[in-house]
């Protein structure tokens, strides 16, 4: 599967931003997505996950209740509402892709298929 993330963007502090990931050459709805994102000198780190059926969804701590994921299996695209967005959100954010078990989501080793990512800068 091939995987196109955009979105990204300059926005204030507090701002929102809404990043899609467009996935193409497999059967989207078998599987689990994420995003992780990472910032300037430092590793890439798990963000949010959502399982295939999008039953099971799963985020990093320092964003539960600002970030939102969600997916539309009928147009292949994953997405990621991040709202009161801070400067310490600044990253290339990444959208991922795996088959098989949602578990471990938090883990990059664990995802075969990345988009090229896309840039967000939150300003303050």
């Known amino acids: 599967v091939q995987l196109q993330a955009s979105g990204g963007g300059l926005v204030q502090a507090g701002g929102s931003l809404t990043l899609s990931c467009a996935a193409s050459g497999g059967t989207f709805s078998n599987y689990n997505m994420a995003w992780f994102r990472q910032a300037p000198g430092k590793e890439r780190d798990f963000v949010a996950a959502i399982s295939w059926s999008g039953r099971n969804i799963g985020y990093k701590d320092s964003v539960k209740g600002r970030f939102t994921i969600s997916r539309d299996n009928a147009k292949n695209t994953v997405y990621l509402q991040m709202d009161s967005l801070k400067p310490e959100d600044t990253a290339v954010y990444y959208c991922?892709?795996?088959?098989?078990?949602?578990?471990?989501?938090?883990?990059?080793?664990?995802?075969?298929?990345w988009g090229q990512g896309t840039l967000v800068t939150v300003s303050s």
């Open positions: 991922a892709a795996r088959e098989g078990s949602y578990s471990r989501t938090w883990s990059l080793k664990n995802y075969p298929y």
